[in-house]
């Protein structure tokens, strides 16, 4: 899988929304799994959501419910709409890409460079 970007974040009240997008470059998009990790300051890296080449997804407890990931392979893109944000949702959050689902959800494979998401009180 060849680089990936981040975009979509910014500052958002809390209750509001942000929509994230992982865009990859490379043919192989389709056939890999991409994950939606974040890391707060003083904080270590968290798994917040993984989806499959197949559309199955994995989403970390706190995010259920709140989070969404999906993915357009036709836009080499993969989503995270992310609703209901609490201040502690501030973070940096990353992509990455990887052969699986498990593999992606565990920190594994190639990395985007992030974008920040700051949710004010």
């Known amino acids: 899988q060849g680089q990936l970007v981040e975009s979509g974040g910014g500052l958002v009240q809390a209750g509001g929304s942000l929509r994230l997008s992982c865009l990859a470059s490379?043919?192989?998009?389709?056939?890999?799994?991409i994950g939606w990790h974040r890391q707060a300051p003083g904080k270590q890296r968290e798994l917040v959501a993984a989806i499959s080449a197949g559309g199955s997804t994995d989403y970390a407890g706190s995010m259920k419910g709140r989070f969404t990931i999906s993915r357009d392979n036709a836009k080499n893109t993969v989503y995270l709409q992310m609703n209901s944000l609490k201040p502690e949702d501030t973070a940096v959050y990353y992509c990455?890409?990887?052969?699986?689902?498990?593999?992606?959800?565990?920190?594994?494979?190639?990395w985007g460079q992030g974008t920040q998401v700051t949710v004010s009180s």
């Open positions: 490379g043919s192989t998009f389709s056939s890999v799994a």
């Open positions: 990455n890409a990887g052969a699986n689902l498990v593999l992606v959800a565990a920190g594994f494979g190639s």
